[in-house]
């Protein structure tokens, strides 16, 4: 399975349980709101997560897809 790393932007805050869940490498507030995740997924995970914003009513602003990432690292890594 190839897993690509993902930019998400959407309008308002989103929530930090939702944010660990998706395991995000990065958050980070820009002017309006805009918050933006970044991180490995597959498109099942970037599917589902889309679904859980659009369930909280949050306004999705773009989806970029970044770079191929191969394999997601091991749980627990230090990398």
Same mark, same amino acid.
């Given at each position: 399975m190839t897993?690509?790393?993902y930019e998400v932007r959407v309008t308002g805050p989103v929530p930090s349980a939702l944010v660990e869940?998706?395991?995000a490498a990065a958050v980070s +507030? +820009?002017?309006?709101?805009t918050v933006i995740l970044t991180g490995p997924a597959d498109q099942a995970?970037?599917?589902g997560f889309l679904a859980r914003l659009r369930a909280l009513g949050i306004e999705l602003v +773009?989806?970029?897809e970044l770079t191929d990432v191969g394999e997601p690292p091991a749980a627990g890594?230090?990398?």
């Amino acid at each position: 399975m190839t897993y690509r790393s993902y930019e998400v932007r959407v309008t308002g805050p989103v929530p930090s349980a939702l944010v660990e869940s998706v395991g995000a490498a990065a958050v980070s +507030e +820009e002017p309006a709101q805009t918050v933006i995740l970044t991180g490995p997924a597959d498109q099942a995970a970037l599917l589902g997560f889309l679904a859980r914003l659009r369930a909280l009513g949050i306004e999705l602003v +773009e989806v970029r897809e970044l770079t191929d990432v191969g394999e997601p690292p091991a749980a627990g890594s230090a990398d």
